[in-house]
């Protein structure tokens, strides 16, 4: 008998914990499903479109505008900030296979392999691959030094408003840290 009534009682407390479950979880509708989606796939998108402007910057650097074909380069190294602009004109077919038009506009503070040096990245009228990057979106990178297991590491931060070349409008604020393993 005393089993039978505890053998009662654990199927009841089985049966309350199924229902409680089942009631408990809400299936997301499609709608939510590919607004989740959708918020994904630009946050992907815009993070791969500004890491390749921060190596167009970094390539242009490199270059010091010695290329035949490209954006023009445009340098001021002898200020303790430097300047530099990185000018596509109407339209340039870069190296990576993206038409970009308009200008980056950079400052830096020192070596970029210094720790302190920060890397202000700004635009005017910038197009890459039909995507339109407001003039008040900016990029900063800052050299944190090394960390605990000596790799160097930078803060990287992005506020930015594009126009898509489909017409909508993304709003896009990141903070992350970038780490040189090897």
């Not at 167009?56 to 023009?72: E, F, H, I, R, Y």
Request: one cysteine or more.
């Amino acid at each position: 008998r005393q089993n039978m009534k505890k053998l009662l009682q654990l199927s009841l407390i089985a049966a309350l914990a199924l229902s409680l479950s089942v009631t408990g979880c809400k299936k997301k509708s499609s709608e939510e499903t590919d607004t989740d989606t959708q918020t994904s796939q630009n946050q992907n998108a815009l993070e791969n479109d500004f890491d390749q402007v921060a190596t167009q910057v970094d390539n242009s650097a490199n270059s010091n505008g010695l290329k035949k074909a490209g954006p023009v380069i445009t340098m001021d190294t002898l200020n303790s900030t430097r300047k530099m602009t990185i000018d596509y004109g109407t339209g340039t077919l870069c190296d990576d296979g993206k038409m970009r038009s308009g200008k980056i506009l950079v400052t830096w503070t020192g070596k970029f392999r210094d720790q302190g040096t920060t890397k202000s990245i700004a635009f005017e009228n910038f197009v890459q691959s039909g995507n339109a990057v407001d003039n008040s979106s900016t990029k900063t990178i800052q050299n944190m030094g090394r960390d605990a297991n000596n790799h160097m590491y930078w803060n990287i931060s992005v506020n930015a408003t594009v126009l898509l070349a489909n017409g909508s409008t993304i709003e896009w604020q990141s903070t992350r840290t970038r780490t040189l393993i090897s």
